[in-house]
């Protein structure tokens, strides 16, 4: 009688990537997406029920609810352009944009509702209470339940956070679920509304928060997420960040809210505000993007001895429409798998450039460090080596050679790659140590 085998696990390199146990999505994710879709449809239930409540039945929600998904579509694909140097795992993206949608909506809708009949109102009268919510309390409420998913990325999947972009990626999720679902109701309010209400006001509605302040909840938000991101950076503290980010991102809440009661003046001087906010945000950005370039071309020039990567590959890795010629290349040679092991190659040495950054700041511990260098450093052979198998034995009239590199100066020239191993997944040449000075770093 023959003994049972264990399985052979399977190979995964966005595992590998995005730094977490192979395998089927977590049941903890699962439960998280149903329970976050089941708020977004409570939430969309009360929004529903506002309409019915005014005796239009289900024609305003009808109406409302494309309105408040049209833009949606392009706003996340901005997010993602942004994020292509390292992109984030689909996961907890979709996560944060299911708990803005989801869990933070509902409960704002249930707070600030709540807030505003019981406390302000009954206090301050109709206009004075209503006014005094928007500013003060709204601000706090939403932008305190929209950041709990990024206090909980700090808490659970802390290595995500690589820097400030990340940090204002997981934010712009958050923020356009939420805005998403609360846009809903401000359509629906918009029709339903007495006297003053119906398409005119619908349509100044939709080109004021549809058109005109898409990004305004991701970019309140985004201040919680550069503080959660700066403390990510840090082993220990940080936390202050974190609070200081919280705590502008309600002022820059408030502000909008309390400037755009005063009419198109006042909407006026909260666009130029945050204007000033968003070019900032953007600059940033920026800023963060060359110094992820700067860990590239600073840190992966030690690995040339392993034969993964030469000068002229961290010259392409460098550049992202060099990245992208790169993948298209080796589609045309290889078909769609070459050029998904050509993704998986890059992403893996951003990666491994990142992971050095870390290791500079201390933001990690030696043992951590190798063995995720060692985990990045195999999938960078095994995405070369898939890569060779595919590519070079087409018979496809493209060229040979890498385009971003003279003939036989690239890691992926022919001649240069491995097409069969034993063992385990280890590429040759010696294993990088971090130097651990942060001045030694560029950015």
Not at 195 to 212: A, D, K, M, P, S
Not at 389 to 405: E, F, G, K, L, N
Request: proline residues 7%; glycine residues 10%; hydrophobic residues 50%.
């Amino acid at each position: 009688m023959t003994e049972p085998t264990s399985p052979v696990p399977v190979f995964d390199p966005r595992a590998v990537i995005e730094g977490r146990v192979p395998g089927r999505p977590r049941v903890g994710f699962i439960a998280g997406i149903v329970i976050t879709a089941a708020c977004a449809i409570v939430a969309l239930s009360i929004d529903a029920g506002e309409s019915f409540a005014a005796g239009q039945g289900v024609v305003p929600f009808v109406v409302a609810l494309p309105l408040a998904l049209l833009p949606v579509p392009l706003l996340v694909a901005l997010v993602l352009w942004v994020d292509r140097l390292e992109p984030e795992p689909r996961g907890p993206l979709i996560f944060a944009f299911a708990w803005g949608a989801g869990i933070a909506a509902l409960a704002a809708l249930i707070i600030n509702t709540a807030g505003l009949e019981y406390v302000t109102q009954p206090a301050l009268g109709a206009s004075t209470g209503e006014y005094v919510s928007a500013t003060f309390g709204a601000p706090v409420v939403e932008e305190t339940l929209k950041g709990l998913v990024l206090v909980g990325l700090l808490w659970r999947r802390r290595d995500e956070l690589d820097g400030p972009t990340d940090g204002v990626i997981y934010a712009a999720m958050v923020g356009l679920g939420f805005a998403m679902i609360e846009n809903v109701g401000y359509y629906i309010n918009a029709l339903v509304t007495p006297q003053r209400g119906g398409i005119e006001l619908l349509g100044y509605t939709f080109v004021l928060r549809g058109l005109f302040s898409p990004l305004l909840h991701p970019l309140f938000t985004s201040m919680t997420g550069l503080g959660v991101a700066y403390a990510a950076s840090r082993r220990h503290g940080g936390g202050w960040a974190v609070v200081a980010g919280w705590l502008a991102a309600m002022l820059l809440h408030g502000i909008w809210n309390g400037l755009s009661v005063y009419g198109t003046a006042g909407v006026l001087i909260g666009y130029a505000i945050m204007s000033c906010v968003l070019a900032g945000v953007i600059a940033v950005l920026v800023a963060d993007r060359h110094r992820v370039v700067g860990l590239i071309r600073h840190d992966l020039p030690a690995y040339a001895a392993t034969g993964l990567v030469t000068s002229d590959d961290i010259a392409m890795l460098s550049s992202l429409p060099a990245r992208r010629q790169a993948r298209n290349w080796a589609r045309a040679r290889g078909g769609m798998a070459a050029a998904s092991a050509m993704s998986d190659y890059q992403l893996a040495a951003t990666e491994l450039a990142l992971l050095h950054g870390k290791a500079a700041r201390g933001a990690i511990d030696t043992r951590t460090f190798t063995a995720r260098q060692h985990d990045l450093l195999a999938l960078m052979h095994i995405a070369r080596r898939s890569f060779a198998r595919r590519s070079y034995a087409s018979t496809r009239p493209v060229q040979p050679h890498a385009p971003w590199a003279p003939p036989g100066a690239s890691a992926f020239a022919p001649g240069r790659h491995v097409l069969s191993r034993t063992g385990p997944y280890i590429p040759n040449g010696p294993v990088v140590t971090p130097v651990r000075s942060a001045a030694a770093r560029p950015g």
